[in-house]
């Protein structure tokens, strides 16, 4: 066995497991040990050799499987053993995934880290929902925030949404209102577009849409849990459109 393994901070993508990087793919499928989180889709699991072992560090609300120091310990201690950790991350590592304090702790302690970029959740589910998060009509301009966190109230979100920009916000499902009561205090349109992607890029994907204003009726009616993303703009408007239009022509 090595003196001391490498950490290999991996991107697991929204969820289908054939938008795996080939890199994460074959690390994946050659892993001994993968320490992941709760958005890895069992399928991407299912890659792994059946002999891997595989420790789940899930961050869910109000429940912690393990705090985030224990969990850079936990990669520290076993790269330190001598073994190639993989920490699988939903989307990408860097965006809303810890994945740069886990560097740095690692880093701090003298072990090797590499970074294996993964298709961010929301460009993903954007994607697979057909929503376009930039267009030339609609967009020119997309920011992703975090819903769920401290002060969220006292966040300066002003101009991040709006006539020519998107708002892409991530763990907003619990915390609905206060986005929508947020949002139109700061002067945007009760009718602005907003769509909601419940797993999304999976089989069970669920796109649902309303104004801004019923974001928080939807999301209780429709019984939306994670993992979900909140997209706020007029380009969310704008499958429908083309939906619309195609079946125009198709009736012609």
Not at 12 to 17: H, R, S, V
Not at 119 to 135: D, E, F, P
Not at 184 to 198: N, R, T, W
Not at 216 to 232: F, G
Request: charged share 25%; with cysteine; hydrophobic share 50%.
């Amino acid at each position: 066995m090595k003196d001391c393994g490498t950490v290999y901070l991996v991107g697991a993508g929204p969820g289908d497991a054939d938008l795996l990087t080939l890199r994460a793919a074959r690390l994946i499928e050659s892993a001994s040990l993968i320490v992941h989180d709760g958005l890895v889709d069992p399928s991407i699991l299912a890659l792994a050799p059946a002999d891997a072992r595989l420790i789940d560090v899930a961050k869910r609300r109000a429940h912690h499987t393990l705090p985030q120091d224990d969990i850079n310990a936990l990669l520290i201690r076993r790269a330190r053993a001598g073994e190639d950790v993989i920490r699988l991350k939903g989307g990408d590592p860097f965006v809303f995934g810890r994945g740069g304090e886990e560097m740095e702790a690692a880093q701090a302690a003298g072990v090797p880290v590499e970074v294996v970029p993964g298709v961010s959740a929301a460009n993903g589910a954007a994607a697979a929902a057909r929503i376009a998060l930039t267009h030339r009509d609609a967009s020119s301009i997309v920011s992703f925030v975090a819903g769920q966190c401290k002060g969220l109230s006292d966040q300066d979100w002003a101009g991040l949404a709006g006539k020519g920009r998107t708002l892409v916000i991530y763990m907003g499902v619990k915390t609905a209102p206060q986005i929508a009561e947020k949002l139109m205090a700061d002067g945007l349109a009760p009718d602005m577009p907003v769509a909601v992607i419940e797993n999304g890029a999976r089989p069970t994907m669920r796109v649902l849409r309303s104004p801004l204003a019923a974001l928080p009726d939807m999301v209780e009616r429709e019984e939306v849990v994670s993992p979900a993303l909140i997209v706020i703009g007029e380009v969310t408007a704008r499958e429908d459109m083309a939906v619309g239009a195609l079946a125009m022509e198709a009736a012609l």
